[in-house]
T-cell receptor, first 114, second 114 residues
């Protein structure tokens, strides 16, 4: 079992609210990632980080933002949630980001925006 | 375009039976292929990883095969159990990026009935 945690697990909020999805890992991994997954669809990378103070946008355009102030913490923020943001958000981490390194996933946050 | 295609989309089998899931990919240059298991409401967990030179890899009742020439992989589950009910995702890494970019299939939803 990977030591990577996400909170909350489920979130239902109204349109226009600001939300922050939390992700923490205790494995000391430098690389962290945020994925978005809709039911029956593939995971899409929306943000990643090589380490502290490093953040990059992924393949899928997202209105969310991320920060990496501490190695173990990689929160994702939506300033003004909309129904189109309804999805499952998965956080992951890996040792170095090389292709052979395993990405360990958290349990996910299922977000519903009404 | 780098893609990963999985079949079937869904599968129902009886407990104790065997099954085989398929994955075709066009990712190039190829680094490795993983099979992940994703339980409902959870993050994916890595089952096997195979590099270019490996033809088969086992993890308990799970056996993955890889044909790098035809760019095909399969995951064989032996003597299925109710706990095998999950989505099985084929994930391919390329060698071309320093990030270790992952390409995800949409998964095969396996249901094991008693």
């Amino acid at each position: 079992e990977a030591d990577i945690y996400q909170t909350p697990r489920y979130l239902v909020i109204g349109t226009g609210k600001k939300i922050t999805l939390e992700c923490s890992q205790t494995m000391g991994h430098d690389k962290m990632y945020w994925y978005q997954q809709d039911p029956g669809m593939e995971l899409h990378l929306i943000h990643y980080s090589y380490g502290v103070n490093s953040t990059e946008k992924g393949d899928l355009s997202s209105e969310s933002t991320v920060s990496r102030i501490r190695t173990e913490h990689f929160p994702l923020t939506l300033e003004s949630a909309r129904p189109s943001h309804t999805s499952q958000y998965l956080c992951a981490s890996s040792t170095s980001g090389r292709p052979e390194d395993t990405q360990y996933f958290g349990p996910g946050t299922r977000l519903t925006v009404l | 375009k780098n893609q990963v295609e999985q079949s079937p989309q869904s599968l129902i089998i009886l407990e104790g039976k065997n099954c085989t899931l398929q994955c075709n990919y066009t990712v190039s240059p190829f680094s490795n292929l993983r099979w992940y298991k994703q339980d409902t409401g959870r993050g994916p967990v890595s089952l096997t990883i195979m590099t270019f030179s490996e033809n088969t890899k086992s993890n308990g009742r799970y056996t993955a095969t890889l044909d790098a020439d035809t760019k095909q992989s399969s995951l064989h589950i032996t003597a299925s159990q109710l706990s095998d009910s999950a989505s099985y995702i084929c994930v391919v890494s390329d060698r071309g990026s320093t990030l270790g970019r992952l390409y995800f299939g949409r998964g095969t939803q396996l249901t094991v009935w008693p």
